[in-house]
C-alpha cells in the first residue's frame, strides 16, 4: 500500500471517528423512530452522513489537485508536465468518486425525508412527481452528481492549464448544490445561510484541497514543491479568512442568540470548529514562518495539519446533521417562507437610510470586492507604485451603493415593494458601475495578480490577459452587445414571467442582482471604462451606443408606468403588505424611479464621454503638433512638391 493511501485511509478513518463521536454528542446520530411514524433505518441513519462525508472528501481532493496543477505548481508552458499530469488523473478518479458518492447520497436522502428504508424506496419517492427529485434539495444532489461526472470526463481528456481552469472553475460551481442541501435549505435568513456556506465550502476546498496535493507532491520530492508552496501560502491566508467569517455568519444564523452557543449541542460544536480554526491558524503561521526562513519540514507540519482538518471536516458533517437552536419551523406564516424571515415594518426615510437585511449576496459582492481591491492597492504601495487615489475612492464609493441596494435600506425593501426593487435595480445596473469601471479595477489586477514564475508558465495574470484578449470577450465588449443586454434584460426581464420566478425564490433574487450588477459594469465599462478593453472604441461610436440606449431606457420606463398590468402581481399579492397597498401606484413609483434613475446617469456619462472625446481630441492635436515640429510639416512638403511637379508638367508639355 503506498504512503497516500496509507494516509488517506487514516484520514478518513480520523474523520469518520470524530463524526461518530459529535453525532452522538451533539444529539445528530440516527434514533429509532416512535412507533407510527415512518423511520428509515439505522443503516440510513448512519449510512447517510458517512456518503456525506465521502461527497465532501471527494470534492476536496478533486479541487485541490485541480488548483495544484493550474496554480501551484510551475509549468512551463501550455500544457501540465511531469507530476502534473498525474494529479490530473488523481482529480479524475476522486471525481468519479464525488459524482457516485452523489448518487449514493440522493437515495438515502429520499429515504431518510420519506422515512422509507432502502429497499421500499419506490420510483414515487424519488424521480416521481412528489420525488425527491421534484424539490431543490433533490435537484441539489442531483446536480452536483453531473457536474461531478463531467469533470471526471473533461480532466480525463486535457492537460492544457487553461482548460484546467474552467474545469476547476466548474468544481468550485458544484459546491453551490451541496451549499443548497443540510440546514441552509430549510430555515430562515435562508440567502445569507446559503451564500455563507458556499463560500465556506470554497474556502474549505481550496485550503484543504491545496495543501492536500501539496503534501502528496511533497512525498515524491518535485523540484517544483517550494515553489509551489509559496503560493499557497498566499491562498491559505485568504481560505483562512473566508472559512472563518462564513463560518462564524452561517453558524449564526442557525444559532439565532449567543446564549446558543454554550447552551445547545449545536453551539458546543461551533464552538470547536473555531478551536480546530485556531488550530490550523497557528499550524499556518508556523508553515509561513519556515518558508520565510527557507527551512525544512513541510511535509511534517503540513501532514498534521491535514489531520486536523480530516477531523474538522468529520465534525463539520456532524454538525450539519445536528438540530440546530434555531429549528427549521421559524417561518410561521406563508408570507415569512416567502421572505425568508418577517415582513419588513413600513418603509421611513431613516428604515430605507439604515435599514439592514442579511443578503448574502450583496455582503459576499461587498465584502470580497472591497477587501480584494484594498489588497491590490496595498501590493502596488508595497512595491513602491503609484494608484490614484482617486480610483480607490471610486471603487469604494461603487461598493457602498452596492451594499446600499443589496443588504442596506433599499435592499431591505427591494423584496417587498416594486418601486424600492426598481430603485435598488437602477442602483446595481446603472450607478454603482460607473463607480466600479472609473476604479479601473482590470488594470490594478493585472499589475498586482501573481506573474510567471519562469519562461512560458501560464499565471493567474497570463490567464487574465487570455480571458480579455478572448473571442468572448471580445464579442462581450462588442458596441451592439453591451446596449443590447443592457437594454434586452429590462424588457425580457420586466414583460415576461421571469420577474415573478425570480422575485419568489431567494437564489433567484441574488441572481437577478448579481446580473444587474454585472450587465451595468459591461456596459459602462465599454462607454467609459478606463482599463484596457479588447478593442478601444472611438468616442463617436461609443456616444453612439449611449444615443441608442437613452430612448429605450426612456420608453421602458414609461412603458412600467402606464402598465395596467401588476409585474410580479401574485407575488406582490402574497405579501398583504399594509403599507402601499395600491400595487399600481407603487409600480408607477418603480417606472418613475427608473426614468429618473436611468437617465441622470445617462447623462452624467454622455458628459464624461464628450469630456473623454475632447481630451482624447487634443491629445491627438499635441501628437500631431510634436509629430510635425519633428519631421517639420510633411504635409505642407508633400503638397509643395506636388505643385512643383505640376508646374514642371505644365512647362514640358507647353514649353
Ligand atoms: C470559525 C470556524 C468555523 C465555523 C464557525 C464553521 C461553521 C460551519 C457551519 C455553521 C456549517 C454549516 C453546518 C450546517 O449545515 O448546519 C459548516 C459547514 C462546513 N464546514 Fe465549517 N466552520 C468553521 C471552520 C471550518 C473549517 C476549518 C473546516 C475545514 C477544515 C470546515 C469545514 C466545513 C464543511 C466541509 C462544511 C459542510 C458540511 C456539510 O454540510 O457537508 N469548517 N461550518
Not at 435568513?189 to 456556506?197: F, N, Q, Y
Not at 435600506?409 to 435595480?425: E, R
Not at 434584460?489 to 415573478?500: A, C, K, N, P, Q
Not at 519633428?630 to 508638367?649: F, I, M, P, V
Amino acid at each position: 500500500m503506498t504512503r497516500t493511501t496509507r494516509d488517506l485511509i487514516l484520514a478518513f478513518m480520523l474523520a469518520s471517528f470524530v463524526l461518530i463521536v459529535c453525532l452522538q454528542a451533539g444529539g445528530g446520530a440516527p434514533t429509532p423512530a416512535p412507533p407510527g411514524i415512518p423511520d428509515p433505518g439505522q443503516f440510513v441513519g448512519w449510512a447517510l452522513p458517512f456518503t456525506k462525508l465521502l461527497t465532501d472528501l471527494s470534492a476536496v481532493l478533486v479541487i485541490g489537485f485541480l488548483v495544484a496543477v493550474v496554480f501551484l505548481v510551475p509549468s512551463t508552458g501550455d500544457d501540465v508536465e511531469g507530476l502534473s499530469v498525474q494529479a490530473v488523473r488523481i482529480a479524475s478518479r476522486w471525481a468519479i468518486v464525488w459524482s457516485i458518492a452523489s448518487v449514493a447520497l440522493f437515495f438515502l436522502t429520499a429515504s431518510d425525508i420519506f422515512g422509507e428504508p432502502l429497499s421500499k424506496l419506490s420510483w414515487a419517492y424519488t424521480f416521481g412527481g412528489r420525488g425527491l427529485a421534484s424539490v431543490s434539495l433533490g435537484r441539489a444532489i442531483l446536480l452536483q452528481a453531473l457536474v461531478a461526472a463531467v469533470v471526471a470526463i473533461a480532466a480525463r481528456w486535457t492537460l492544457g492549464v487553461r482548460p484546467l481552469a474552467g474545469i476547476l472553475g466548474l468544481s468550485l460551481g458544484a459546491m453551490a448544490p451541496i451549499a443548497l442541501t443540510g440546514h441552509a435549505a430549510s430555515s430562515g435568513s435562508h440567502d445569507l445561510a446559503t451564500t455563507s456556506l458556499l463560500l465556506h465550502l470554497v474556502g474549505v476546498t481550496l485550503w484543504v484541497g491545496g495543501l492536500a496535493a501539496l503534501g502528496w507532491i511533497a512525498i515524491r520530492g518535485s523540484k517544483r514543491l517550494e515553489a509551489a508552496v509559496t503560493r499557497f501560502s498566499t491562498l491559505a491566508v485568504w481560505a483562512f479568512v473566508i472559512v472563518g467569517v462564513s463560518g462564524v455568519v452561517n453558524a449564526a444564523v442557525r444559532l439565532g442568540s449567543f446564549d446558543e452557543v454554550f447552551g445547545s449541542s449545536y453551539g458546543r460544536l461551533v464552538l470547536a470548529k473555531l478551536a480546530a480554526l485556531a488550530v490550523l491558524g497557528t499550524f499556518g503561521y508556523r508553515q509561513r514562518k519556515r518558508i520565510v526562513a527557507a527551512g525544512s519540514g513541510f511535509a511534517r507540519l503540513a501532514f498534521s495539519e491535514l489531520f486536523v482538518m480530516a477531523a474538522t471536516i468529520g465534525l463539520a458533517v456532524a454538525l450539519s446533521r445536528t438540530p440546530t437552536p434555531v429549528g427549521t419551523d421559524t417561518l410561521n406564516t406563508p408570507v415569512e417562507d416567502l421572505l425568508g424571515g418577517p415582513l419588513p415594518a413600513a418603509p421611513t426615510a431613516l428604515r430605507l437610510l439604515w435599514g439592514f437585511s442579511g443578503n448574502g449576496v450583496g455582503l459576499a459582492v461587498v465584502g470580497l470586492g472591497t477587501a480584494l481591491y484594498l489588497r491590490g492597492v496595498l501590493s502596488m504601495r508595497q512595491r513602491g507604485d503609484d494608484w490614484p487615489v482617486g480610483r480607490t475612492i471610486s471603487w469604494l464609493v461603487g461598493m457602498l451603493i452596492i451594499a446600499w441596494a443589496t443588504f442596506g435600506g433599499l435592499g431591505v425593501y427591494s423584496h417587498v415593494l416594486f418601486s424600492a426593487h426598481m430603485a435598488s435595480h437602477m442602483m446595481l445596473s446603472m450607478v454603482a458601475p460607473i463607480f466600479l469601471v472609473l476604479g479601473a479595477p482590470m488594470t490594478l489586477a493585472l499589475r498586482t495578480l501573481p506573474g510567471p514564475r519562469q519562461a512560458g508558465e501560464i499565471s493567474s495574470r497570463s490567464l487574465l490577459l487570455s480571458f480579455l484578449h478572448s473571442r468572448f470577450s471580445r464579442f462581450i465588449t462588442n458596441p451592439l452587445v453591451g446596449p443590447l443586454l443592457f437594454v434586452g434584460s429590462l424588457y425580457g426581464l420586466y414583460f415576461t414571467g421571469i420577474f415573478e420566478t425570480l422575485m419568489s425564490s431567494h437564489w433567484g433574487h441574488g441572481v437577478m442582482e448579481l446580473h444587474f450588477l454585472a450587465v451595468g459594469t459591461l456596459y459602462y465599462y465599454v462607454l467609459i471604462g478606463i482599463d484596457p478593453s479588447p478593442k478601444a472604441l472611438a468616442p463617436i461610436v461609443r456616444f453612439g451606443m449611449l444615443m441608442v440606449t437613452i430612448p429605450f431606457h426612456a420608453f421602458f420606463a414609461i412603458a412600467v408606468m402606464s402598465s395596467n398590468t401588476v409585474f410580479a402581481g401574485s407575488y406582490f399579492r402574497e405579501l398583504h403588505r399594509p403599507y402601499l397597498t395600491d400595487l399600481l401606484h407603487d409600480q408607477y413609483l418603480g417606472g418613475g424611479m427608473a426614468w429618473a434613475m436611468g437617465e441622470i446617469p445617462l447623462v452624467l456619462v454622455m458628459g464624461a464621454i464628450l469630456v473623454q472625446w475632447f481630451r482624447s481630441d487634443s491629445r491627438d492635436a499635441r501628437r500631431f503638433d510634436r509629430a510635425e515640429s519633428r519631421s517639420g510639416d510633411s504635409d505642407l512638403e508633400a503638397y509643395n512638391a506636388r505643385l512643383r511637379d505640376l508646374a514642371e508638367h505644365g512647362k514640358r508639355r507647353d514649353p
